[in-house]
């Protein structure tokens, strides 16, 4: 059996790939903008803001969720999103460290 694409690359290569998929998308940076601006906020609150159907936005949570950048507590029937600070920061960093890294290889 072959080696999918992924096993090519080292664990941070394809973690920054995710991270840039998954931010890579306007209505989730719109979500992302949205719910750090709020306290905490619902999915319906998201739909307003957004303006996209409430099953788009879900699935747009569920990827931003499988990276961790948010994360949602219940509250009685309700979701709360709000964003994970410390992820993202890990994110900002791992970002960060790649532009700077590929601009220090550029001026070489």
Known sequence: MGITKTQIFDER???????????????????????SSQEGCICNDIVEEVGL?????????????????????FEGKSVCYC???????DCRRMLNDFFVKTQINCCK
Do not use: C, M, W
């Open 53 to 73: 159907a409430q099953a788009t936005i879900s699935q747009h949570l569920s990827e931003l969720k499988k990276i961790g950048i948010i994360k949602g507590e």
């Open 13 to 35: 290569q394809n973690e920054l790939a995710t991270v840039f998929k998954v931010l890579g998308h306007p209505a989730r940076v719109a979500i992302l903008q949205y719910i």
């Open 83 to 89: 964003v994970d600070a410390d992820r993202l920061n």
